[in-house]
Structures are given as C-alpha cells and as structure tokens.
C-alpha cells in the first residue's frame, strides 16, 4: 500500500476520534508486518490526562488481538472541520509505546506535510537514543 493510501486510512480513522475539549481530531492507520490495517482515534476524557492518542489505540487494538510486528503508521490530524492536511507529528509517548514494539531503524512514520504530500520517517528519526526493550536485555 502507498503512503498516499495508508494516509487516506488515517483520515477515515479520524472520523471516529472522540475530542469534545480540545476539537483537535487525530487518526491513525498502522500497519503490520503481515499486512493488516488496525485503526486508531484519539478519546479524550473530562479529566483530560486519561486522553488516549489515535496512535497508541491503533497498537493498543492491534497488540490486544496477538499482533507483535510492525512495519509503518499513517497519522492525519488537524481541528475539527479542517481537512486534516497539516503535519500532525506523534507525541513523546506514542514515540515510546511504538518504542516498545518496533524496530527503531525500520518501522515508519507517515506523516502529511500540510501542502497535499506525505513525507516519511523512521521511529529512530523522531526518537533517537531511545530507551527500549533492547536496554534492559
Ligand atoms: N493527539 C493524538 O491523538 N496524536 C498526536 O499525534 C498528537 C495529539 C491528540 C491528543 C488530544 O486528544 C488532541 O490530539 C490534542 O492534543
């Protein structure tokens, strides 16, 4: 799958997000070594730092059905009633929970660069030295 198209999914995983407060809407689409798509949206909470990323309900979601390998995410955020097409860079600790499960020289971030392109990263990119499994083997 493209990254045009994986960035579509995100999109469409936008639709679900849950962000009464902020009206900051968030989707994600990751995709695993074998192929599967598992969506994720943003929940926020009235207590605010419950609030759960799209990022982190997608590996949330895909970890609880026995999925253990990673290949690339999409993220597509931006106001409510925006198109979504601004860069939307995951957070330090959607960083750190795709640190868990992915290899950081391979798994990719997609991102969309807020004039209609996509542009792509490593996880080691946006988190270098990151502290992970590895470190405490
Ligand atoms: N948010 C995400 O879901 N992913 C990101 O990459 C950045 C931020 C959410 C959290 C909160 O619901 C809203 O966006 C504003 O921070």
Known sequence: MTKEALMLEAKKAREHAYAPYSHFQVGAALVTKSGKIYHGCNIENAAYSPT??????????AIYEGEREFEKIAIAGGPEGSEADELCAPCGVCRQVMMEFCNPETFQIILADGKGKCMQRTLKELLPYGFGPENLK
């Open 52 to 61: 759960n990323c799209a990022e982190r309900t997608a590996f949330f979601r």
